[in-house]
């Protein structure tokens, strides 16, 4: 059982920077890839990014990639997803996920364990 809480949310300006994390309960974190997602109002939840059990390997959605960057530290048992170069489009609620094994996948229906969500909200 992983249990996920989501922090760092906010109001931000476009063009700024915020830095989520997610913090995960239990002994075995660095057995579980690690996605984030997001959720805007009237949207389906949408795949942003996801790591790897080390660290090692990380992937992204084509709207994020460059500007968004997904780490892990297995030993404080955290998440993070560095947002920079934010758009009003990138305004959603934002939750972190947790698959055991060794596979990430872009389908949220795939993943065991999820947070309960960080409200991000870009002004233009």
């Known amino acids: 059982q992983v249990q996920l809480v989501e922090s760092g949310g906010g109001l931000v300006q476009a063009g700024g920077s915020l830095r989520l994390s997610c913090a995960a309960s239990g002994r075995t974190f660095s057995t579980y890839s690690m996605g984030w997602f997001r959720q805007a109002p009237g949207k389906e939840r949408e795949f942003v990014g996801a790591i790897s059990r080390s660290g090692g390997s990380t992937y992204y959605a084509v709207s994020v990639k460059g500007r968004f960057t997904i780490s892990r530290d297995n030993a404080k048992n955290t998440v993070y997803l560095q947002m920079n170069s934010l758009k009003p489009e990138d305004t959603a609620v934002y939750y972190c996920?947790?698959?055991?094994?060794?596979?990430?996948?872009?389908?949220?229906?795939?993943?065991?364990?999820w947070g309960q969500g960080t409200q991000v909200t870009v002004s233009s």
């Open positions: 996920a947790a698959v055991g094994g060794s596979s990430w996948y872009v389908a949220d229906d795939m993943y065991d364990y």
